[in-house]
């Protein structure tokens, strides 16, 4: 069974840093584009960073510059630093991939900045 599990979340305040981690069983991140996505209280969940199995990375607009997502081909993981988190970078962040267009997500992992 795939399984995407998420970890690295915790409390920070503004202006810290975070590292993110998805880590994958029975699939191969790296021939799959992952995704980290984010949900907090109240909204919708939106799209913040992708890394496609070539390598290209892409970012949200409301983290450009901040956030870094890499892949550990050997560890099966891939990362998501977060550095200068603001409170509103606040949320359970998840991370995605699909394999034969069939999605998988973690379970999420809880990311809370204070002012």
């Known amino acids: 069974q795939v399984q995407l599990v998420e970890s690295g979340g915790g409390l920070v305040q503004s202006g810290g840093s975070l590292t993110l981690s998805c880590t994958a069983s029975?699939?191969?991140?790296?021939?799959?584009?992952v995704t980290w996505y984010r949900q907090a209280p109240g909204k919708e969940r939106e799209w913040v960073a992708v890394?496609?199995?070539?390598?290209?990375?892409n970012y949200a607009d409301s983290v450009k510059g901040r956030f870094t997502i890499w892949r550990d081909n050997e560890k099966n993981t891939v990362f998501l630093q977060m550095n200068n988190l603001k409170p509103e970078d606040t949320g359970t962040y998840y991370c995605?991939?699909?394999?034969?267009?069939?999605?998988?997500w973690g379970q999420g992992t809880q990311v809370t900045v204070s002012s």
């Open positions: 995605k991939t699909i394999r034969l267009n069939r999605e998988y």
């Open positions: 890394v496609v199995s070539g390598g290209v990375r």
């Open positions: 029975r699939i191969v991140l790296s021939t799959n584009a």
